[in-house]
């Protein structure tokens, strides 16, 4: 079995984000470790991640997992989600790391899934120092269709004025999109996020406009400021953010960049029925990117 990781903390924006660590088994490298920082969606915590944090020890790379900031078990108004706060907690995890003496501060990447992938493209955009990127199922453009896009202007306008008036924020309910935009190809693994009580609570109190950037993102106007590599995946059955997103992702990003779409993943494809292909393929890539042993990337589109 593997290990337990170690449960750290570290501060960002003056809120408490509590965070996975995972160090591989074996002496630390004269350079110290390669490090991957893991960046869990909204209304998601890094428990999801444990299985992808392990496979990547395997391969010789530290892996911090952090509940963001509103998520699991870290500070911040609950469930919500500003990418930019999101991208201050990156860098609040890269210094954290940086400061490591067992951690190489020049070959540090990021994983980043859903509203994960938008802070991570978003960090690497804004200069922040990131060896390379892997994105799974990212948002980066609105998930929000030409109905729903009018009637959350209205709910974020009411919702700001309700905080200004009661400083309380405005919830709505989306618990039924978790049963009418199913997660994941995989019914037990859908039933799982559904059925999560974290999730569900997420679901039923979605604060707005708190986590409307999870929905309305524009995040492809600033990719191309992207310098380093990125591999994109993304499954070809995700009704959350149709597989047209990671095309279009590929094609405005300017840097060094490979796009694997996964037959049989939805959109939570590290979990989903693919989820060991999907393991697979993002270890390759960092430990390429990262580490001394490199590997061929198999399964390229």
Wanted: aromatic share 6%; charged share 20%; with cysteine.
């Amino acid at each position: 079995m593997p290990g337990q990781p170690e449960v750290i903390a570290l501060t960002s924006g003056g809120d408490r984000l509590v965070a996975h660590w995972y160090v591989p088994d074996g002496d630390t490298p004269a350079t110290g470790w390669p490090a991957v920082l893991v960046v869990h969606g909204a209304i998601d915590y890094k428990e999801h991640f444990a299985d992808l944090a392990h496979a990547l020890t395997r391969q010789g790379l530290a892996v911090l997992v952090p509940d963001m900031r509103g998520h699991g078990e870290s500070g911040g108004r609950r469930y919500h989600v500003r990418i930019r706060e999101w991208v201050e907690d990156v860098a609040a995890a890269l210094d954290w790391l940086s400061a490591r003496p067992d951690i190489n501060a020049d070959r540090i990447g990021a994983f980043g899934f859903s509203s994960g992938g938008t802070a991570v493209l978003e960090a690497a955009a804004a200069g922040l120092p990131l060896r390379t990127l892997v994105t799974l199922d990212a948002t980066v453009r609105s998930v929000l269709n030409w109905l729903e896009t009018p009637a959350f202007a209205i709910g974020a306008w009411f919702g700001r004025l309700k905080e200004r008036l009661t400083g309380k924020p405005f919830h709505v309910s989306l618990e039924w999109a978790l049963e009418s935009v199913p997660a994941a190809v995989d019914e037990q693994v859908r039933r799982q996020i559904a059925d999560d009580p974290y999730v569900r609570a997420g679901y039923r109190r979605f604060p707005v406009p708190g986590a409307l950037e999870a929905l309305k993102v524009d995040t492809l106007r600033r990719v191309h400021l992207v310098r380093c590599p990125v591999l994109i995946l993304h499954g070809e059955q995700d009704q959350v953010d149709p597989p047209a997103s990671a095309r279009a992702l590929h094609d405005a990003l300017t840097c060094e960049r490979e796009l694997v779409l996964i037959p049989g993943s939805g959109h939570v494809g590290h979990l989903d029925q693919a989820r060991d292909q999907i393991r697979q393929l993002t270890c390759q890539w960092f430990r390429n990117r990262l580490s001394d042993n490199q590997v061929p990337v198999a399964n390229q589109v």
